[in-house]
Structures are given as structure tokens and as C-alpha cells.
């Protein structure tokens, strides 16, 4: 099995020195999904900045990230630059941010292909067209400018250029960030969406859910420390580690029991 | 206070003690002598004379303290207005908002120098039309601002807790609603009066306001302009005086950074 | 198309409430100011010797002066609408035509001003919103600080004293050549200039600190392709908007300079005419002025809503 991006023995320290990641180390192999499931504060955002290569000027990152024969934490910002949009596309979280107001969606996506991929003006209103009307798009909206979009169907132009972009490697930083659960099964369809398109996928969530509900890998990560990872279906059918049991609990559909205090507070005598 | 406002004090603070400092040594702004005119500086007149030799330095200061009344009286008189029609257009919902709105933009669309040019054929010539005018083109930006500021508080969730607990309307708003006026108002307030003070110097330069004899700093440098070659302090001195006062309520206004032209217009 | 009806009737509403508004001020101006009309006026026909009682007499009688001033109002309102806008009461020119050439020329002042500001505000400005913090930033900001504190005569004062006294490079005032309107140029420009590259430095500023240019610097954009739609487009909305009231503001600025220089435009004849108590020229400069300004603000309105329409 390829890997497509392998973390070595990652260290987040913040000014002060503090670790704020500690000896997080993990494997993602190519077309495949890898969920980093954590809570608020876990350090998986710092995770997915440090692998985006946006992680702020005070934090330091040590260890090994690679990616596509290169160490990531090697190179340097103009380097790193060079990768966005041609191996790693960041999935915005809100496409209403994300997307430039001033500017037409169908402009938008033809960006892409113009510019990563090198296509000339009317190549690239074809392949915009196409994957607009594959993935449902009305054909009226294509001049629109995004405010004037649905929230559906702006996340789906945001998909658009996820499969647009000749990256493989896709970073999903908390998809179903307040979401209902309706559009959660909109979120789920994007993701096997991308999937299906040949991409790997590395997402960021606190959800478990979603790797209920998609077979792929998964890392538990607590206070900065992977306590557990591997294939979601072993780790969540039969979790080794407590705080596991307990995220796993935690759920709707499995009582929504708290974890317990006394569990939080042995594990960060015991690990931290 | 940021370092940019503590330096806008200091300037402040030198310019007072030196205006003073040139009241005080007696000295007559308005005492001609023919024998001294245009002089540069000597014992008895430190900055010297101007074209008509009266002395220089009372001249200045006596039309840097006219000039500063005056801008004051015209922005706190365009805050005053201001003020009060937003806090009405604030409370009072439905169509005394409406109307005051649209007043308001027609206000707007005045020219404010031109406005006081017109006006100022209406008196004798006297600081009063420029008052006018000024304050007239002046308060709409108060308008706006306080209207504005005190729709989002009104609304916020404090004052509404404020108020279901009980506590009487005139604190209300004096410990919650007007101080979070003061910073904003504050430094438009500032800023204003620097720009005010270039306004009614502008009017003076074209010979409107302050009827002469009495001092005025654009006046000065508008009688000054046929001397300059020989003595241009005549033009620069009260110009420097000028652009040193406006610059510091620059200073004041902007500390924060966030406008470092602060809207003066040209 | 419903909001181009909205602003060709919110434009339509303000011209003509300002238009009445400047145009019965400067007649109750001129009405009300203390001394005699029909004296200043012969006074500047015939000089001071000249204004005998009976000049005056006659002019009083043959501008129709001593009718009352309802009448005389109502009259003039009349004949504007019928594009009549009546003769100087000095000079004996048709009023429309002189309006008419000092427009020209005060436009000719500011648009060139505005020109030139442009030329040096765009390049400064955009190169200090792409690199705030820059040496280059701070000093610009310092120096646009400083020199919109000056009022602009004195600028104007010191460009005169500098390059037409002490260097003779271009004449100190009149109109009868470009070189004329060099340094009465270059004066508003500055002060122009001064803003504008502020301003234009913030907007860009901002727009490239935005979530969407972020976002498209991930999506693979860099250099012109990634400023010039998502940063530079951007920061367009605000500075529109910006420049629209400084051009505004060129107004006011405009009297100043032409009165420094001499430059015989429209703020020179409205003063020139509020002296001389010459009624008709007061209140034609008074209304076209009025105008402009209404028009320039309500152009800057339409076009920072166009960009989002």
C-alpha cells in the first residue's frame, strides 16, 4: 500500500516550549480516508495547520512530515506554497468565506483549471461545465456570485474544486461543524464523493460519526497524544483505550453518556 | 494611551506653554509701527514684525487661541446636534428616523466651504456665518456615527438584562450606554477638530471670518503671500503654527492607528 | 433595473432640494448682506469715482433692483428653467456662457490634479499594502500624515516659493499657459495623494488578509492571477468609494487653490462676484456649484453599489 503522507514523530511546542503535540506519529495510505478524531483543544487543528503549512510563526513543529518524497517541516514557506493547490488542496470550512464575493462561481472553479492545471480559456469553461452539471449544479447559478447561493449548493461548488484541482491529497478541517444531522448525510455523501474520485482524504473531526459511517482509518488523539490508531472498524468495534470507550458512549445513539471526570483525570496523570 | 497620543499631548502641551509664553510678554497684536515692518527676530519682538510692524509672535498667538475657540465651538455644537438627533433617531423608531435620515442626506450633499463662503455674505463679515456653516455641514457625521453605536447597544444583550433588572433609565445610561459612546465619538471629535481648524483657516486665507484687524492665521498668511519673498516668515510661521496644532490632534485621534489621514480633505 | 430608478430619483430629489436650497441662500445672502446693491454693483461698473448717485440710481432701475425680491426670485427661477440664466450685473457678459468657462477650468484643475494624485498614490499605495510594515510603508504614512496637516495654501505657499521665486521654473500664477497650472496641480494633488495612497494601502491591505484570498492562495493561485481578481478587486470597493469623496471634497480645496494662484475657475467667480454683490452671477455659481457636488456624490454612491449589484 502506498503512503501518501506519513507523520514521523511530530512535536508541536508553543512559545513557552510546552509540548502542545507530543510524539504523534500516523500513516495515511494513498485513496484512502484518515480520520483524526479529537476533541476541542486535542491539538488536531495544529496538526492539520502543520501538515497545510499554516501553522502560526510562534508554534514550532519537530519531527518528520513526508509527503511526496519531501519532508514537509523542511521546506520553506515559498516551497510549501508551491504545493498548495497541485498536491494538497485545504478544504475550507464556510464557503461563504471562502468564497470571494465579488466574483462569479463559475469563475471561480474555472480558476483552477486555468491555473493549476494549465488550461487554456475555452478547455477550461468545458471542464468547469462539466463538473458543475456532474455534481448537480443548476446551470442558472453558474453566473451567480456566492452570496446569492444556497448553502447546499455552495458547498458543493467548494467539492467542485476539490475534484477540479489536480491535488490528491485533500485536507477536510471539521466538515460537519454545526451541522443537523440532514446535512451531515449531505457532508458523508462529499466525502465518499471525494473518495470515490481517487483522492485521499485526511480529515479532521471531532464526530464519530462520520467514521461510522465511512470505512477508512482513524486516530484518537487526547491532549495532544495519539492514544489509538488504526482501521476504524477495529479500533471502534472493539476499542483497547478507555477514553475510546468513552468518546464511543458519548454518542446519541449510544446513551450521549458524558466521560467520566474520574477517567479524564487518570489519563492525564498517566500520560501527560 | 499609545505613544502616538502621548506625543500628541506633548506638542500640545509645548505649544500652550509658548502661546502663552508670547501673551504674556504684553506685547500688543494689534500695535502698529511703520518704522518696523517685516523685521525678523530681535529682542523686542521675538519673532519679528509683520507688514504693517506689529509683532509677530502676539499676532500668532492671539489668532492660534481665536482659532482654537472657534473650532471648538463648532465641534462641540456639531456633537451637540449630532448627538442629540442620533440618540432621537436611535429611540424613537418609524418615521422621525425616517425623516431625520433623509434631512440628514441633504445636508450631506452641502458643500461646507462654498456653504460658508454664501453665508458669510449674509453677516458682516465676523466669525458667526463661519460658525454657522461649519457647524451646520458639521453634524451629520455625529449623526450617523451615534445612530449607528447606539442601535448596536440598545440591542445588546446587557442593556436588555440591565433593564429587566430594574435598574432606572438615566444610570442606564450613564454607566452603560454612554461610555461606550465616549471612545469613538472621541476621537471622530479629534480628528474633527483639527479639520475644523484647517477649515476656518482655509476661510480666512479668502478673507472670510475674522474681520481684520483681528488675527486670524489663514488671514495672516493670505496678507503675507505679497511679502513672501523677502520675509517669508510672514507665510510660514503661522503656517508651521498651523499644521503643528492639526497635527497633533491628528496624533490624538489616530493613536490607534487606524486612519493616519484622518479624513482631512485638501 | 428597480435600483437604477431608485437612484435616478434619489439623485433627481437631491439636485433639486440642493439646487433651491444653495440657490435661495445665496439670494437671501445677497438680499439681507448689510450695504446697498445697486451701490457695490456700480461701484465695480464704474470704479469708485464713477458711483455717483445717479449710477447708481440707474443701475438700480435698469436691473430691475428695487422690485421686491419675491418677485424678482420667482422671475429668476423662471428664466434658469428656460435655460436663461441672465447677463453679469458688472461686466454686462451672458452669465451662462461665463459659468460655463470658469466649469471648464476648474475642472481642468481637478481632473488633472486627480490625474496626477492618481499617478503616484496607485503604485505607493499598492506596494504598501503588499508589504505593510515595510520601511517604505512607515515613512509614506509618516509623510502623508505630516503633509495633510498643512493647510494646502501653505503648501501651495511653499511650492510658489521654492520652484517659482527661487527657481523660476514655473510662473507664480494666471492662466495662460499648461505651465500655469503646474503647481496649483501639483499643490491639491499632494494633499490628494496623501490620502489616497492611505487609503488604497489599508483596502488592499485588508482584502489580502481576507478568509476567500487565503482561500485562494490554497486553491493554487500566486502573482497577478491571485492579486488582481481576489486582492486588488477586492480593495477596489472601498477605494472607489474613497477617492468619490475626496473628488467631493476637491470642491472646497478648489476655491483655495484657484484664489492662491489666481486661477480664474469657478471658486475665483464666486468670490470675486459675493465682493462685487453681482446677484445673478452669485446665485448661477451657487447652483452649478451645488450641482456638481450632488452629482459627484451621488456617482460615488452608484458606483460603490454597483460592484455588488
Request: charged fraction near 15%.
Amino acid at each position: 500500500m502506498i503512503s501518501s503522507l506519513s507523520v514521523q514523530h511530530l512535536f508541536i511546542l508553543d512559545e513557552k516550549k510546552k509540548p502542545l503535540v507530543q510524539n504523534v506519529s500516523f500513516s495515511i495510505s494513498s485513496k484512502s480516508v484518515f480520520f483524526l478524531i479529537g476533541e476541542t483543544g486535542s491539538g488536531k487543528s495544529l496538526i492539520a495547520q502543520t501538515i497545510a503549512g499554516t501553522l502560526p510563526k510562534r508554534l514550532t513543529a519537530k519531527g518528520k512530515i513526508f509527503f511526496e518524497k519531501q519532508n514537509l517541516l523542511l521546506l520553506k514557506d515559498s516551497e510549501r506554497q508551491k504545493l498548495w493547490g497541485k498536491s494538497l488542496f485545504l478544504m475550507p470550512q464556510e464557503p461563504f468565506s471562502a468564497l470571494n464575493p465579488l466574483l462569479s462561481v463559475f469563475h471561480q472553479v474555472r480558476e483552477i483549471f486555468e491555473y493549476t492545471k494549465g488550461m487554456k480559456r475555452n478547455q477550461a469553461n468545458e471542464s468547469t461545465k462539466d463538473i458543475l452539471s456532474i455534481l448537480g449544479i443548476p446551470y442558472q447559478v453558474f453566473k451567480e456570485k456566492p452570496h446569492k447561493l444556497s448553502g447546499g449548493i455552495a458547498q458543493r461548488v467548494l467539492l467542485a474544486m476539490a475534484l477540479a484541482s489536480p491535488a490528491k491529497f485533500i485536507l477536510l478541517d471539521e466538515p460537519t461543524k454545526g451541522l443537523d444531522s440532514s446535512r451531515k448525510k449531505d457532508a458523508i455523501l462529499l466525502i465518499k464523493e471525494i473518495l470515490n474520485n481517487g483522492k485521499t482524504l485526511l480529515c479532521i473531526t471531532h464526530d464519530l460519526s462520520l467514521p461510522l459511517a465511512i470505512e477508512g482509518n482513524i486516530g484518537i488523539l487526547f491532549r495532544g497524544i495519539l492514544v489509538e490508531e488504526g482501521k476504524s472498524k477495529d479500533i471502534l468495534g472493539s476499542p483497547t483505550h478507555p477514553y475510546t470507550q468513552g468518546l464511543l458512549d458519548a454518542l446519541p445513539e449510544r446513551g450521549l453518556h458524558p466521560i467520566p471526570e474520574e477517567l479524564l483525570e487518570k489519563l492525564e496523570r498517566t500520560w501527560l | 494611551m499609545t505613544r502616538k497620543q502621548k506625543g500628541a499631548i506633548l506638542i500640545l502641551i509645548v505649544l500652550i506653554l509658548g502661546l502663552v509664553f508670547l501673551f504674556l510678554r504684553n506685547s500688543n497684536p494689534f500695535a502698529q509701527n511703520l518704522l518696523h515692518t517685516l523685521e525678523s527676530s530681535s529682542k523686542s519682538h521675538i519673532l519679528g514684525t509683520d507688514h504693517l510692524g506689529r509683532d509677530l509672535g502676539a499676532r500668532i498667538a492671539k489668532g492660534a487661541f481665536n482659532s482654537i475657540l472657534l473650532s471648538a465651538i463648532c465641534v462641540l455644537g456639531s456633537l451637540f446636534i449630532g448627538l442629540s438627533l442620533g440618540s432621537l433617531a436611535a429611540y424613537k423608531k418609524s418615521n422621525i428616523e425616517k425623516g431625520l435620515l433623509i434631512f440628514t442626506d441633504i445636508v450631506m450633499a452641502f458643500p461646507g466651504i462654498v456653504l460658508a463662503i454664501v453665508l458669510s455674505a449674509l453677516t458682516q463679515g465676523g466669525p458667526c456665518a463661519v460658525v454657522i456653516a461649519l457647524i451646520f455641514t458639521g453634524w451629520p457625521q455625529y449623526f450617523r456615527m451615534v445612530r449607528n453605536l447606539l442601535k448596536g447597544i440598545l440591542g445588546s444583550p446587557y442593556v436588555e438584562a440591565a433593564q429587566i433588572a430594574g435598574f432606572p433609565t438615566p444610570i442606564l445610561l450613564g454607566k452603560y450606554v454612554f461610555p461606550k459612546l465616549v471612545p469613538t465619538i472621541g476621537v471622530m471629535a479629534a480628528l474633527a477638530w483639527g479639520k475644523t481648524i484647517l477649515e476656518i483657516s482655509s476661510l480666512g486665507f479668502l478673507g472670510i471670518g475674522m474681520a481684520p484687524p483681528e488675527p486670524e492665521l489663514g488671514a495672516m498668511i493670505s496678507e503675507g503671500m505679497s511679502y513672501m519673498r523677502t520675509a517669508p516668515q510672514v507665510v510660514f510661521l503661522p503656517g508651521t503654527v498651523i499644521f503643528l496644532f492639526v497635527f497633533a490632534f491628528l496624533l490624538l485621534g489616530d493613536g490607534k492607528n487606524r486612519n493616519c489621514t484622518g479624513g482631512y480633505h485638501i | 433595473m428597480g435600483k437604477i430608478i431608485f437612484f435616478a430619483r434619489t439623485y433627481f430629489f437631491r439636485m433639486v432640494i440642493v439646487a433651491l436650497g444653495v440657490s435661495t441662500l445665496c439670494f437671501l445672502a445677497v438680499e439681507f448682506a448689510p450695504g446697498d446693491r445697486a451701490l457695490d454693483v456700480a461701484m465695480a461698473r464704474y470704479g469708485l469715482d464713477g458711483a455717483t448717485a445717479s449710477a447708481v440710481e440707474y443701475v438700480r432701475t435698469s436691473e430691475g433692483l428695487e422690485k421686491h425680491p419675491f418677485i424678482r426670485y420667482k422671475a429668476w427661477l423662471f428664466s434658469v428653467i428656460q435655460g436663461r440664466w441672465g447677463h453679469s450685473l458688472v461686466g454686462g457678459e451672458e452669465i451662462f456662457p461665463m459659468l460655463l468657462r470658469s466649469f471648464k477650468r476648474t475642472t481642468l484643475l481637478a481632473g488633472f490634479s486627480l490625474l496626477l494624485s492618481f499617478l503616484f498614490a496607485f503604485p505607493l499605495g499598492i506596494y504598501c499594502g503588499r508589504h505593510p510594515g515595510h520601511y517604505v510603508d512607515i515613512l509614506s504614512s509618516l509623510a502623508s500624515s505630516v503633509l495633510v496637516s498643512f493647510p494646502s495654501f501653505v503648501r501651495g505657499a511653499f511650492l510658489i516659493l521654492l520652484l517659482a521665486v527661487n527657481f523660476h521654473f514655473f510662473p507664480v500664477a494666471g492662466f495662460s499657459s499648461f505651465s500655469h497650472m503646474v503647481l496649483p496641480a501639483i499643490t491639491l494633488a499632494i494633499g490628494l495623494a496623501a490620502t489616497s495612497s492611505r487609503v488604497i494601502a489599508s483596502s488592499i491591505q485588508q482584502a489580502c488578509q481576507t478568509e476567500h484570498y487565503k482561500f485562494a492562495q490554497h486553491k493554487g493561485l500566486c502573482g497577478k492571477n491571485l492579486f488582481f481578481p481576489h486582492g486588488l478587486l477586492n480593495a477596489s470597493v472601498p477605494i472607489v468609494t474613497y477617492v468619490g469623496l475626496q473628488a467631493a471634497g476637491l470642491l472646497d480645496g478648489v476655491v483655495v487653490i484657484e484664489t492662491l494662484f489666481a486661477w480664474p475657475g469657478l471658486g475665483s467667480l464666486l468670490l470675486d462676484a459675493l465682493r462685487s454683490g453681482d446677484i445673478l452671477v452669485i446665485q448661477g455659481a451657487g447652483l452649478l456649484l451645488g450641482w456638481i457636488y450632488v452629482t459627484v456624490n451621488t456617482l460615488t454612491d452608484w458606483l460603490s453599489e454597483g460592484f455588488i449589484l
